[in-house]
């Protein structure tokens, strides 16, 4: 039975401090209804490594698989197997002699459960109707005993009709939260829930496996319809598909989604979509910032299965797929009905058919492992599909920059992944419509010929490689570009500052001496810069001694800078910063004695630093709610003084003087803090990773 919270308690499991420690190594895969035996050997070893497994066959995957989990103490998830016989396909690769790995599996069919073994699968039971009232009660009013008491009574009907069925519960939590926000009187708001009280009973009349997808549509069906293409949109990802929320904003504007609201960005009216699908327990979010900003979201199977039934009936997207036959493409009167391809095939068998796709205006791949395209088909994706708006093809290897992409003038949205990219061409100038440009590649640096100031609507570019702006290119674009990461330190210039004045967001990698050495005014110059990565890549830098950082910054990440502690005095003059994340040795040396004040800082993250002793006051951190300390093996402990306002703790590879000072903040906040809540829902939140035995 789906909804019955298999995944939600398994996490619950995984995710408890109880099983990091002994755990070091634990691994959640996604299995699901589209078996992929390739995909489970990938999200396995990813773990393990950072290269690019993709050019390996499933053979030498296996092996790697075998010998990276032979002899460690592990941890595997399997979540939503569908089949027995998949179950016995990942268990071919598995260790056999390894007494100390262990492996859970989630599956709503109990044949799965009784194939696996000795031991008896574990049956979740349908919740109680107390516990039904209960659930609500969190859903709706994050407490139980807070529902008014002309409430009552219809919400307790609610919950007893929902059969037990925890997805149930929540989604028609969702629905009265929706309908609670208008804040009516309370007179209103009990008719409100009389009507939903006796649709839940309507649902009883059908067949119960088909209740939960009754529940669903009518909370599509309440919907504003601004929010209904948003939603039905989750059909294109795959089943489990892990959806940066930051791409999904993207795409839905790319698409055409996203109505302006004056005064505001159209990212900003976005975010507010999200929020709201969140809100209503639509999508899920399953990784969230330091700031409590939606990082990583999806949607609960049943939900994703109403996404793509409802999307058929309004012709939204066709999926490209394979068959027993092979590949199936679309019949050329079919497609002439979508504007939406979304490729589950070989895409090389597909594009060598050489159809044009004149309706197509979206061209979306969300392949786990990566592609290669056949260099023959190389501009094939421009020529069969003229009338883009959006191409998403992270997923497909490149072997060269596509030059025909240069005619899609009508795109909105790029991705692309290109082998040892050099060079942007200068034709993708002509992409005036352009909003977001993502391009991956494994080179370090990338020369930009494209005029980046002629492409007057670009909001967004991002590449891992370090780019390289020609200074003398002229235009009156620039004013709208948001994002640029990642930039080189020689392209830091004022001509650049000047022409990128609204960024938001930025990240330079490289050589940071010129960037930092106090003579350089580019920082200081975005004046509406908040965000900014910096990775070194050379010998150690210093600061200047007065704030070069733009004084609307709120957060810094800094990598491999080598700093000395000292210079943190000058990071604490920028009165705005909410998130610092020091990487990599960011700072060296044994002493950190904090000397100033960190007026905003909420989060603080050190990882990887040589640090032994850290002195600081509750005066000295007044804001930090989140404190995470990895992989600083040599730090004896963590100031007590932190404690006072301090939510959330988490701790990773240190020694064990430094986690059993963790403990004793533990100890402290459990002895003032009682019952108060935190911004997160909870009580103080202590993570314990490993322990280092030294």
Not at 118 to 147: A, H, I, M
Not at 258 to 277: R, S, V
Not at 656 to 661: H, M, Q, Y
């Amino acid at each position: 039975m789906p909804g019955l919270g298999k995944t939600t308690l398994t996490w619950k499991i995984f995710d408890s401090n109880t099983l990091k420690g002994p755990y070091r190594i634990r691994i959640w895969v996604n299995v699901s209804q589209k078996f992929n035996k390739r995909d489970v050997l990938l999200s396995i070893l990813k773990e393990f490594t950072d290269q690019n497994m993709s050019g390996k066959d499933n053979f030498d995957l296996e092996q790697d698989v075998r010998r990276c989990l032979k002899d460690i103490k592990f941890l595997i998830v399997l979540d939503d197997v569908w089949k027995v016989r998949d179950l016995q396909t990942i268990r071919s690769f598995l260790p056999t002699n390894n007494g100390e790995g262990k492996v859970i599996i989630t599956s709503r069919f109990e044949d799965v459960g009784t194939g696996v073994g000795r031991r008896e699968p574990y049956n979740l039971r349908f919740l109680t109707p107390k516990e039904s009232w209960e659930l609500l009660q969190l859903e709706v009013f994050e407490d139980v005993g807070e529902c008014p008491e002309e409430l009552e009574d219809v919400g307790k009907e609610i919950a007893k009709n929902c059969d037990g069925l925890p997805l149930t519960i929540v989604v028609i939590g969702g629905i009265l939260l929706a309908k609670d926000a208008r804040k009516r009187p309370i007179g209103v708001r009990k008719d409100e829930w009389t009507e939903v009280s006796e649709d839940v009973i309507r649902f009883l009349a059908t067949d119960k496996d088909k209740r939960i997808v009754e529940v669903v549509a009518l909370s599509y069906d309440i919907l504003p319809d601004e929010l209904k293409e948003c939603l039905v949109y989750m059909g294109v990802f795959p089943e489990d598909y892990d959806i940066p929320a930051w791409i999904l904003i993207r795409l839905w504007i790319a698409e055409g989604f996203i109505l302006q609201k004056e005064g505001q960005t159209l990212e900003k009216t976005a975010e507010e979509y999200l929020n709201d699908l969140v809100n209503r327990k639509l999508v899920m979010v399953s990784r969230a910032n330091q700031m409590g900003e939606n990082k990583i979201c999806g949607v609960h199977d049943v939900i994703h299965a109403f996404c793509t039934s409802k999307a058929k009936e309004m012709n939204f997207f066709q999926e490209i797929k394979p068959s027993e036959r092979g590949l199936v493409p679309p019949q050329i009167p079919a497609t002439e009905k979508y504007h939406r391809f979304c490729f589950n095939s070989d895409l090389s068998e597909f594009l060598s058919r050489e159809t044009e796709y004149p309706s197509v205006r979206s061209f979306l791949c969300f392949y786990k492992d990566p592609v290669k395209l056949d260099k023959d088909h190389i501009n094939a994706i421009p020529d069969a599909f003229q009338l883009l708006r959006v191409l998403n093809s992270y997923s497909i290897k490149f072997h060269q920059f596509p030059q025909t992409i240069s005619k899609l003038s009508h795109l909105r949205y790029v991705t692309l992944y290109v082998d040892n990219l050099k060079v942007i061409p200068e034709s993708i100038s002509k992409l005036w419509n352009l909003q977001t440009l993502l391009v991956d590649t494994d080179s370090s640096t990338v020369t930009m010929s494209a005029n980046l100031w002629a492409m007057l609507c670009l909001r967004h570019f991002k590449t891992k490689a370090a780019i390289v702006l020609d200074q003398e290119k002229e235009g009156k674009g620039g004013q709208n570009i948001q994002t640029l990461s990642t930039l080189s330190p020689e392209s830091c210039t004022e001509t650049v500052a000047n022409k990128a004045r609204n960024i938001k967001e930025l990240r330079v990698r490289g050589n940071l001496s010129t960037l930092l050495d106090g003579n350089n005014n580019f920082l200081e110059k975005l004046r509406y810069l908040e965000k900014l990565k910096l990775v070194h890549e050379k010998s150690m830098i210093r600061l200047p001694k007065t704030n070069c950082f733009p004084k609307n910054l709120k957060r810094l990440s800094l990598r491999k800078t080598s700093l000395d502690w000292s210079d943190m005095s000058i990071l604490a003059q920028i009165e705005k910063l909410q998130v610092l994340k020091l990487k990599q040795n960011a700072f060296t040396g044994i002493t950190w004695v904090v000397s100033r004040t960190f007026c905003s800082l909420q989060f603080l993250l050190v990882s990887e630093a040589d640090l032994v002793n850290w002195e600081t006051t509750a005066d000295h951190f007044p804001s930090l709610t989140c404190l995470s300390i990895k992989k600083c093996g040599k730090l004896q402990k963590i100031p007590l003084e932190l404690a006072k306002k301090l939510q959330r703790l988490e701790i990773d590879s240190l020694q064990k003087s430094a986690t059993d000072s963790a403990k004793e903040i533990q100890k402290q906040k459990d002895n003032h803090q009682g019952e108060q809540k935190t911004r997160w829902g909870v009580q103080f939140q202590l993570s314990v990773g490993s322990v280092l035995n030294y």
